[in-house]
T-cell receptor
Framework: GAGVSQSPRYKVAKRGQDVALRCDPI?????LFWYQQALGQGPEFLTY????????KSGLPSDRFFAERPEGSVSTLKIQRTQQEDSAVYLC??????????FGSGTRLTVV | QKEVEQDPGPLSVPEGAIVSLNCTYS??????FMWYRQYSRKGPELLMY????GNKEDGRFTAQVDKSSKYISLFIRDSQPSDSATYLC????????????FGKGTKLSVKP
């Protein structure tokens, strides 16, 4: 596609509910990143894929967070048993080996 | 102390002014430096991408990197109301192969 597509744009979850956030990167982009952006803050790294391999998951805040990219294209970020502190915008970015990252518009998650 | 420091502002300037945005960082291993613009409820959009020290110009935007001082700048000439957004600096070790470390972002408002 023309850009990085994320869905849903907005998600309201009750505390304790599981959520799944989807990222559709630019076709042919090898690298895919997930970031978490709290209100008034810069994005914070969560995890990084190169094709289907998850090369770095050091930014995932707890074992409730899980990401996958099984066929090296679409990626899903799953959050189990959501808590209020998980409320944030979740951004996905993809890139080619040279050049900067292209971000999607993000999924705004609100846990109530 | 965070790895990347950026004054969050807000910064308000009249249309046509020259805007100077800055970040400092602590990790001398950073090699790739980027500036992103983020409009409200949108993902970050890459403005400038530079490697190591020096200047890079693109239209009304100039990015400067001073690795000896661990200081990067973005200058916007002839600022326009459409430049009103949050500007995020970002940097990393490996370009597109590694996660980005972001500043907090500076909120800029250009008044007509």
């Amino acid at each position: 596609g023309a850009g990085v597509s994320q869905s849903p744009r907005y998600k309201v979850a009750k505390r304790g509910q599981d959520v799944a956030l989807r990222c559709d990167p630019i076709s042919g982009h090898v690298s895919l990143f997930w970031y978490q952006q709290a209100l008034g803050q810069g994005p914070e790294f969560l995890t990084y894929f190169q094709n289907e391999a998850q090369l770095d998951k050091s930014g995932l805040p707890s074992d409730r967070f899980f990401a996958e990219r099984p066929e090296g294209s679409v990626s899903t970020l799953k959050i189990q048993r959501t808590q209020q502190e998980d409320s944030a915008v979740y951004l996905c970015a993809s890139s080619l080996p040279q050049g900067g990252y292209t971000f999607g518009s993000g999924t705004r998650l609100t846990v109530v | 102390q965070k790895e990347v420091e950026q004054d969050p502002g807000p910064l308000s300037v009249p249309e046509g002014a020259i805007v100077s945005l800055n970040c400092t960082y602590s990790n001398s291993a950073f090699q790739y430096f980027m500036w992103y613009r983020q409009y409200s409820r949108k993902g970050p959009e890459l403005l400038m991408y530079t490697y190591s020290s020096g200047n890079k110009e693109d239209g009304r935007f100039t990015a400067q990197v001073d690795k000896s001082s661990k200081y990067i700048s973005l200058f916007i000439r002839d600022s326009q109301p459409s430049d009103s957004a949050t500007y995020l600096c970002a940097m990393n070790y490996g370009g597109s192969q590694g996660n980005l470390i972001f500043g907090k972002g500076t909120k800029l408002s250009v008044k007509p």
